[in-house]
T-cell receptor, first 113, second 111 residues
Framework: KAGVTQTPRYLIKTRGQQVTLSCSPI?????VSWYQQTPGQGLQFLFE???????NKGNFPGRFSGRQFSNSRSEMNVSTLELGDSALYLC????????????FGPGTRLLVL | SQELEQSPQSLIVQEGKNLTINCTSS?????LYWYKQKYGEGLIFLMM?????EEKSHEKITAKLDEKKQQSSLHITASQPSHAGIYLC???????????FGKGTKLTVNP
């Protein structure tokens, strides 16, 4: 089975722009979670989608949004980029039940100039 | 909110040595995950512990969960350069689907 894939792998944007990241979960997985990883804050939960609905949300501003499609693929959007948004963005998928193992993708490294 | 503290923050060992990484939670643990990350890459799942006292092993890595102490430990026996990386513990926050992670332990294994 193919693992979690994320595109693009690397991205450079300037402040004020917006960006969309994509995540394709493992086949059959219906839950997709997004995380932001920075050297200072570590790995932080952004949100989780399950069956096209946002099921959980972290403590990030409204500039961070996401969605999930009927095939379970998910996108994350960040509007009005700030320098502090530079990070590794990871998505993880799981079947969908509580306390199941999440499997992570390779991440998208975003640099905001 | 729940916080996970990992110790040590970094570790340098000689190949063949044993080592232990600890993860302590500020609140009750409803399960604990261990992941390994190579720099700038995704997380590789190692083990999941669900019950107090549970112990799991995979190859030369053993993890234990002490619910009373709200703590988990990861032990590597006879370390190899392939064990090098950043080890992260994660736990469901308040039993929810959100995972909170420790800041990680950077392991270097010198040949």
């Amino acid at each position: 089975k193919a693992g979690v894939t994320q595109t693009p792998r690397y991205l450079i944007k300037t402040r004020g722009q917006q960006v969309t990241l994509s995540c394709s979960p493992i086949s059959g997985h219906r839950s997709v979670s997004w995380y932001q990883q920075t050297p200072g804050q570590g790995l932080q939960f952004l949100f989780e989608y399950f069956s096209e609905t946002q099921r959980n949300k972290g403590n990030f501003p409204g500039r961070f949004s996401g969605r999930q499609f009927s095939n379970s693929r998910s996108e994350m959007n960040v509007s009005t980029l700030e320098l502090g948004d530079s990070a590794l963005y990871l998505c993880a998928s799981k079947l969908g039940g509580n306390q199941e193992t999440q499997y992570f993708g390779p991440g998208t490294r975003l640099l905001v100039l | 909110s729940q916080e996970l503290e990992q110790s040590p923050q970094s570790l340098i060992v000689q190949e063949g040595k044993n080592l232990t990484i600890n993860c302590t939670s500020s609140k009750t643990l409803y399960g604990l995950y261990w992941y390994k990350q190579k720099y700038g890459e995704g997380l590789i799942f190692l083990m999941m512990l669900q019950k107090g006292g549970e112990e799991k092993s995979h190859e030369k890595i053993t993890a234990k969960l002490d619910e009373k102490k709200q703590q988990s430990s990861l032990h590597i026996t006879a370390s190899q350069p392939s064990h090098a990386g950043i080890y992260l513990c994660g736990a469901p926050q308040g039993g929810s689907e959100k995972l909170v992670f420790g800041k990680g332990t950077k392991l270097t294994v010198n040949p």
